[in-house]
T-cell receptor, first 113, second 113 residues
Framework: LAKTTQPISMDSYEGQEVNITCSHN???????ITWYQQFPSQGPRFIIQ???TKVTNEVASLFIPADRKSSTLSLPRVSLSDTAVYYC??????????????FGAGTTVTVRA | KAGVTQTPRYLIKTRGQQVTLSCSPI?????VSWYQQTPGQGLQFLFE???????NKGNFPGRFSGRQFSNSRSEMNVSTLELGDSALYLC????????????FGQGTRLTVV
């Protein structure tokens, strides 16, 4: 599984856009990039997944450059409730026979009023 | 649609005892994975079951075992408990038609005293 590197923590204010960049230099051809969010004492929650270029859903956007060695999760107009740990994962799709999630340390995002 | 259900939510056990945790996946999901989360080690993959077979395994000692039933429900067992086994144990289900993400339960908080 490709190793990921992301900042340990980030601070922001309500209404701002938060961008978290994750490095994954050894990403394999079949690997997908997935981001999860976790609140204290809860299980992680899927945010977004992509393979290349840009993916957008109602919660976030995911930007993946052509070389796929990094990716950026963008959270628009954050609120206090977006304070959480965000994990960047690289690995096979859940449809794969080699499916398992490898979590790094994650990025603790703190949103202040 | 019901989410992933883990029971019990909290558990206190004594060193040397054994414990069984239960996970009911989302209906239609055939893959169930287990993770251990501790402050020191973060989220670590234990094992994954698919159609009653262990398909993937993490780097945990043999004291950690699991099984999956024909209805996809899964149990995880830890024998000869150690203080270091105190953790949040999370179960995730995936693999329904078109599903590309894992859905986590709220976890079982195990405390070994």
């Amino acid at each position: 599984l490709a190793k990921t590197t992301q900042p340990i923590s980030m601070d922001s204010y309500e209404g701002q856009e938060v961008n978290i960049t994750c490095s994954h230099n050894n990403i394999a051809t079949n690997d997908y990039i997935t981001w999860y969010q976790q609140f204290p004492s809860q299980g992680p929650r899927f945010i977004i997944q992509g393979y290349k270029t840009k993916v957008t859903n109602e919660v976030a956007s995911l930007f993946i450059p052509a070389d796929r060695k990094s990716s950026t999760l963008s959270l628009p107009r954050v609120s206090l409730s977006d304070t959480a740990v965000y994990y960047c994962l690289v690995g096979p799709s859940p449809r794969s026979n080699d499916y398992k999630l490898s979590f790094g340390a994650g990025t603790t995002v703190t949103v202040r009023a | 649609k019901a989410g992933v259900t883990q029971t019990p939510r909290y558990l206190i056990k004594t060193r040397g005892q054994q414990v069984t945790l239960s996970c009911s996946p989302i209906s239609g999901h055939r893959s169930v994975s287990w993770y251990q989360q501790t402050p020191g080690q973060g989220l670590q993959f234990l094992f994954e079951y698919f159609s009653e077979t262990q398909r993937n395994k993490g780097n945990f000692p043999g004291r950690f075992s699991g099984r999956q039933f024909s209805n996809s429900r899964s149990e995880m067992n830890v024998s000869t408990l150690e203080l270091g086994d105190s953790a949040l144990y999370l179960c995730a289900s995936s693999g329904g038609q078109g599903v590309t993400e894992a859905f986590f339960g709220q976890g079982t908080r195990l405390t070994v005293v």
